[in-house]
């Protein structure tokens, strides 16, 4: 009877640590509720950083300021660097100084950054957050 007892507490120990192992890492990857995905912002600017790492992709770039001189800093979240080959990234799509349009949903905190919808690259092409998140694919044009 003990050595039941004690394999019983013994496998409620190990059953429990193994909950909480995975509550923590579903708690360690953070959600996009920080974005205002009802809302979009389209920015032009200069590469400051492209961050090809994991668990996300960044974008870094300088826009200028609408009034006049000077510019404005943002950060552009990507998704994992995985699920952006999957829909045509490489890692040396951007560079530092390359010229670039961004449209993102913007922060809620309304601070200068934001999570990526679509991009288009010095070269034309216009790439989207992954499979299924932008860019849009365009209309089939009708047969004459």
Do not use: C
């Not at 912002?41 to 960044?58: I, K, R, S």
Request: net charge positive.
């Amino acid at each position: 009877m003990i050595v039941n007892q004690r394999v019983r507490r013994y496998f409620m120990a190990v059953l429990a640590a193994g909950m909480l192992s995975a509550a923590a890492i579903a708690v360690a990857h953070h959600s996009f509720a920080m974005f205002d995905t009802t809302a979009s912002v389209t920015l032009t600017g200069t590469v400051t950083e492209f961050q090809w790492t994991n668990p996300h992709a960044y974008i870094e770039l300088d826009v200028p300021n609408s009034g006049g001189g000077g510019k404005q800093h943002w950060s552009i979240e990507l998704g994992s660097p995985s699920i952006l080959q999957q829909s045509g990234w490489k890692y040396k799509d951007l560079k530092f100084g390359d010229k670039v349009t961004a449209t993102i949903n913007p922060l809620r905190t309304h601070e200068p950054g934001g999570l990526l919808v679509q991009v288009t690259l010095p070269d034309g092409r216009v790439l989207g957050n992954g499979p299924g998140r932008g860019p849009a694919a365009p209309a089939p044009t009708p047969a004459k």
